[in-house]
């Protein structure tokens, strides 16, 4: 099955979702959604020179993006476990995939950003939040849980990541402070 | 909301719908995939277009010398300009910024390393400091002038006595205010006794040693005589040394500059009459003396090499020592030691 055509199965009957079997071609459109998300998240970066040009450039951003999503689904399907919700974390992952192709639209969304329609930044926080709600929807569909719960669970990972960041800055001021002192 | 807890119970309902989606494909959600996948394709081929003419562009384009924005000049005749300020000592930090004299040395062989340096002109604002790291500011000049024969000049400020004048004494040219004061030409060793304040709180020390000058200098008894004249001994060798430093820099017979070495401090006019100072002026004088001693003209371009990251953890450490904790602890800090210092200051 190509991927136009799991997408369509999954728009259309997004129930198929959580069956007993994985939807046919899931595995290859998660990781093309990935791909063309991150291809889209790369081509805005590189109109707001805020990375450097070349196929390894890319390279990294896609890593990142895997990385962050793969940790993301886990953390996700463990809180969900551990509040006694069954799901499939790998299903999770390749959803996130999906919902990731709307990346794609940051590629027009710069060129409005460009000609100054809006500032860059807003467009990259609409075209998340975006991203962020379609995962809230695959989680309700992945997992038997309520609208508020999935919320959580989605925004769980990101609040974990930002509360180590804030602790980690926090850290090493205080261990800066100490080393000059 | 609620609506979906219930899902999980939902998929059997479409295994038996299935005929009825799969009729209504074709004009379905796989037709808006596909236009909205070409339109993703073209814009994405424009939008590399784009970075492509922006990258060449770019390439095109000069490159901006943010040592420039930064106030660093890089042009390709300059004199630099190092500063010695406050007391000089190698510094008992391991912080780089906080080495003293053996920053200094450093920043003197890059500086007459580079290229664009023609001349070196040593701001001094300095009452000198211990003897060690005076001889390695000392030697660091007479090194890069031997290697690169590019000339130093001496500029002095409020003060330049003793080690300052030490270090000066290496340049090829000393300019000083008329009103600076300078001289101060000898050693010093002060060590107190605090025997009686010790007696006083009833605090007795004991010094089990090795031999009998192992404790010389020590603070809770009062120096014999033969530890006077071993440290009389010391402090007569280093001031045949700066005498030996002054006499060559400022080609003066011994003789000469013994009758002026009594520790007396000058006004910049009175060293400029005894031979200490070449010239009476201030920084620019000073600048335009190196700038035709390289040959250069007047006027010369100014350059000033700094760290960035030395110079933010000094302004952190600056910042942070208001705290008192640097202070308190030289002042608590009161070992002798072998200066060539004016403690007028």
Same mark, same amino acid.
């Given at each position: 099955?190509?991927?136009?055509?799991?997408?369509?199965?999954?728009?259309?009957?997004?129930?198929?979702?959580?069956?007993?079997?994985?939807?046919?071609?899931?595995?290859?459109?998660?990781?093309?959604?990935? *791909?063309?998300?991150?291809?889209?998240? #790369?081509?805005?970066?590189?109109?707001?020179?805020?990375?450097?040009?070349?196929?390894?450039?890319?390279?990294?951003?896609?890593?990142?993006?895997?990385?962050?999503?793969?940790?993301?689904?886990?953390?996700?399907?463990?809180?969900?476990?551990?509040?006694?919700?069954?799901?499939?974390?790998?299903?999770?992952?390749?959803? #996130?995939?999906?919902?990731?192709?709307?990346?794609? +639209?940051?590629?027009?969304?710069?060129? =409005?950003?460009?000609?100054?329609?809006?500032?860059?930044?807003?467009?990259?926080?609409?075209?998340?939040?975006?991203?962020?709600?379609?995962?809230?929807?695959?989680?309700?569909? =992945?997992?038997?849980?309520?609208?508020?719960?999935?919320?959580?669970?989605?925004?769980?990972?990101?609040?974990?990541?930002?509360? !180590?960041?804030?602790?980690?800055?926090?850290?090493? %001021?205080?261990? !800066?402070?100490?080393?000059?002192? | 909301?609620?609506?979906?807890?219930?899902?999980?119970?939902?998929?059997?309902?479409?295994?038996?719908?299935?005929?009825?989606?799969?009729?209504?494909?074709?004009?379905?959600?796989? =037709?808006?995939?596909?236009?909205?996948?070409?339109?993703?394709?073209? &814009?994405?081929?424009?939008?590399?277009?784009? %970075?492509?003419?922006?990258?060449?562009?770019?390439?095109?384009?000069?490159?901006?010398?943010?040592?420039?924005?930064?106030?660093?000049?890089?042009?390709?005749?300059?004199?630099?300009?190092?500063?010695?300020?406050?007391?000089?000592?190698?510094?008992?930090?391991?912080?780089?910024?906080?080495?003293?004299?053996?920053?200094?040395?450093?920043?003197?062989?890059?500086?007459?390393?580079?290229?664009?340096?023609?001349?070196?002109?040593?701001?001094?604002? &300095?009452?000198?400091?211990?003897?060690?790291?005076?001889?390695?500011?000392?030697?660091?000049?007479?090194?890069?002038?031997?290697?690169?024969?590019?000339? #130093?000049?001496?500029?002095?400020?409020?003060?330049?006595?003793?080690?300052?004048?030490?270090?000066?004494?290496?340049?090829?040219?000393?300019?000083?205010?008329?009103?600076? %004061?300078?001289?101060?030409?000898?050693?010093?060793?002060?060590?107190?006794?605090?025997?009686? +304040?010790?007696?006083?709180?009833?605090?007795?020390?004991?010094?089990?040693?090795?031999?009998?000058?192992?404790?010389?200098?020590?603070?809770?008894?009062?120096?014999?005589?033969?530890?006077?004249?071993?440290?009389?001994?010391?402090?007569?060798?280093?001031?045949?040394?700066?005498?030996? *430093?002054?006499?060559?820099?400022?080609?003066?017979?011994?003789?000469?500059?013994?009758?002026?070495?009594?520790?007396? %401090?000058?006004?910049?006019?009175?060293?400029?009459?005894?031979?200490?100072?070449?010239?009476?002026?201030?920084?620019?004088?000073?600048?335009?003396?190196?700038?035709?001693?390289?040959?250069?003209?007047?006027?010369?371009?100014?350059?000033?090499?700094?760290?960035? #990251?030395?110079?933010?953890?000094?302004?952190?450490?600056?910042?942070?020592?208001?705290?008192?904790?640097?202070?308190?602890?030289?002042?608590?800090?009161?070992?002798?030691? +072998?200066?060539?210092?004016?403690?007028?200051?």
């Amino acid at each position: 099955m190509n991927p136009f055509s799991t997408l369509e199965n999954l728009i259309e009957r997004p129930e198929s979702l959580a069956g007993a079997e994985r939807p046919e071609g899931l595995g290859r459109t998660g990781l093309l959604g990935y *791909a063309a998300g991150t291809l889209g998240l #790369f081509a805005f970066m590189r109109l707001s020179e805020a990375v450097p040009p070349g196929f390894l450039s890319f390279c990294v951003v896609l890593g990142f993006v895997l990385a962050a999503n793969f940790f993301f689904a886990g953390v996700i399907h463990l809180f969900m476990s551990l509040t006694g919700e069954k799901g499939d974390a790998g299903r999770l992952f390749l959803a #996130f995939g999906c919902a990731d192709m709307f990346g794609a +639209l940051l590629v027009p969304l710069a060129f =409005l950003a460009r000609v100054g329609v809006l500032n860059g930044f807003l467009w990259l926080c609409a075209c998340a939040l975006l991203v962020l709600y379609a995962r809230v929807r695959l989680v309700l569909r =992945l997992y038997p849980v309520s609208a508020n719960k999935a919320v959580l669970a989605v925004w769980l990972p990101y609040m974990a990541v930002g509360a !180590l960041f804030f602790a980690a800055m926090v850290y090493s %001021i205080a261990w !800066l402070v100490w080393l000059v002192i | 909301m609620e609506e979906q807890n219930n899902i999980p119970e939902q998929p059997a309902q479409p295994a038996q719908q299935q005929p009825a989606p799969l009729a209504a494909k074709p004009a379905g959600a796989a =037709l808006w995939l596909k236009i909205i996948a070409g339109l993703y394709a073209v &814009s994405l081929v424009a939008a590399f277009v784009v %970075i492509g003419k922006a990258d060449v562009a770019k390439k095109s384009k000069p490159k901006v010398d943010l040592s420039e924005i930064a106030g660093i000049s890089s042009a390709k005749n300059a004199v630099a300009v190092v500063p010695i300020y406050g007391a000089i000592s190698q510094g008992s930090s391991n912080r780089s910024w906080e080495r003293g004299s053996q920053q200094i040395a450093k920043r003197i062989k890059t500086l007459a390393a580079k290229k664009e340096v023609k001349a070196i002109v040593l701001d001094i604002n &300095s009452p000198g400091g211990s003897v060690g790291s005076v001889q390695e500011i000392y030697d660091a000049i007479l090194r890069a002038k031997a290697e690169t024969h590019k000339p #130093f000049v001496a500029r002095f400020g409020e003060v330049s006595a003793s080690g300052g004048y030490y270090v000066a004494s290496a340049c090829d040219l000393i300019v000083a205010h008329p009103g600076t %004061i300078t001289g101060s030409i000898g050693v010093i060793f002060s060590v107190s006794n605090l025997e009686g +304040l010790m007696k006083k709180v009833g605090v007795k020390t004991d010094a089990i040693k090795s031999g009998k000058f192992k404790d010389i200098g020590s603070m809770s008894r009062e120096m014999t005589s033969e530890e006077r004249k071993l440290l009389q001994d010391m402090i007569d060798d280093s001031y045949e040394q700066f005498v030996a *430093a002054v006499s060559a820099g400022r080609r003066m017979p011994v003789e000469k500059v013994k009758e002026l070495a009594d520790g007396r %401090i000058y006004t910049g006019r009175q060293a400029s009459m005894n031979g200490l100072v070449d010239k009476l002026g201030d920084l620019q004088e000073a600048l335009d003396a190196a700038g035709e001693l390289a040959k250069i003209g007047k006027n010369p371009k100014v350059l000033t090499d700094s760290d960035p #990251f030395e110079s933010l953890f000094s302004l952190m450490d600056t910042k942070l020592s208001l705290f008192g904790s640097k202070a308190l602890s030289e002042a608590v800090d009161a070992s002798p030691s +072998l200066e060539y210092r004016w403690y007028g200051h």
